[in-house]
């Protein structure tokens, strides 16, 4: 059987991460894991979150049913036999266990008698969707009563299920953190950034487009003589460079805007 501490949330060197429910009062991994290079940090922070309360449940399960087993025995004598009447540990073990017994959750109790019950059928995943048909969420039931819409294995939260076909969420979209210098400046002549000729001047002359110029401006005098040294002799452009948190501050543009140059420029060759 498994116990909370073997509820691991990653493997294969953490590219996947488990999606693990409780069926039956047994934790199962009946949902298919995320692949980290195609899920959401959105999606993945959802499944770890639902994995530490599923290991929370099991951890609570597993500490009630042994409490349990201590507790439904006799009660063992406060002291051991001897002129010095020391007190039994198993008397102090079993008051713990009574404690513990007693001060059991609703839930734990509810994982119990399902534990002790058994699976009431084929564990199925099933679905609540929005009017559009997106998933907002999915539950792992044996009920065989539950409602919902079932799904397969590999459903994941944002997918869509219309028709009964499922369809999943839009792939992922990574922003480079750095690419060209010259593939940036093609990139953002291509979205307006700058004109075609000042991207033209970037590249042949290193004659900053006015954007970056009037950023510069609003540098103090060391800070903006260190940036233009750096500018004149860089190969390529980085996301996480201040100079675009900069960009987005005092220029016209947004972060938003600011990563699809990036998109656009890693397919310029």
């Known amino acids: ?20 429910s409780i069926v039956a ?8 894991p995320l ?17 530490a309360l599923a290991r929370a449940a099991i951890a609570a399960l597993d500490a009630y049913e042994a409490a349990l087993e201590i507790a439904s025995q006799p009660e063992p004598p406060e ?14 073990a079993w008051l713990v266990a009574v404690a513990t017994v007693g001060a059991a959750s609703a839930e734990t109790l509810a994982l119990h008698a399902a534990r002790q019950a058994g699976p009431r059928g084929e564990a199925r995943i099933l679905a609540e969707l929005d ?9 792992v039931t044996d009920d065989p009563l539950a409602e919902g819409e079932p799904v397969p294995a590999e459903a994941r939260l944002g997918g869509t299920l219309v028709g009964g076909v499922y369809s999943p969420p839009a792939p992922r979209v990574v922003v480079p953190n750095e690419v060209g210098y010259w593939q940036f400046m093609a990139a953002a002549a291509r979205f307006g950034f700058i004109t075609p000729e000042e991207a033209q001047a970037a590249v042949q002359h290193r004659t900053m487009p006015a954007v970056i110029t009037d950023v510069l401006a609003a540098l103090p005098p060391e800070q903006r003589a260190e ?3 750096k500018l004149a002799g860089i190969t390529s452009m980085v ?10 501050q005092v220029g016209p543009y947004t972060a938003e805007q600011v990563d699809a140059v990036f998109l656009a420029a890693q397919e310029v060759v």
């Open 239 to 248: 996301r996480a460079d201040p100079l675009f948190d900069l960009l987005v």
């Open 35 to 51: 692949d980290v290079a195609v899920a959401t940090d959105a999606e993945i922070a959802a499944a770890e979150t639902g994995n």
């Open 227 to 229: 940036a233009e040294i």
């Open 131 to 139: 009017a559009e048909g997106a998933i907002t969420a999915l539950i």
């Open 79 to 92: 002291y051991l036999p001897g002129e010095d009447a020391p007190v039994n540990p198993a008397h102090a």
């Open 1 to 20: 059987m498994l116990r909370a501490e073997d509820m691991e949330d990653r493997y294969r060197e953490g590219s996947l991460v488990r999606r693990w």
């Open 25 to 32: 009062g047994q934790p199962r991994c009946v949902l298919a």
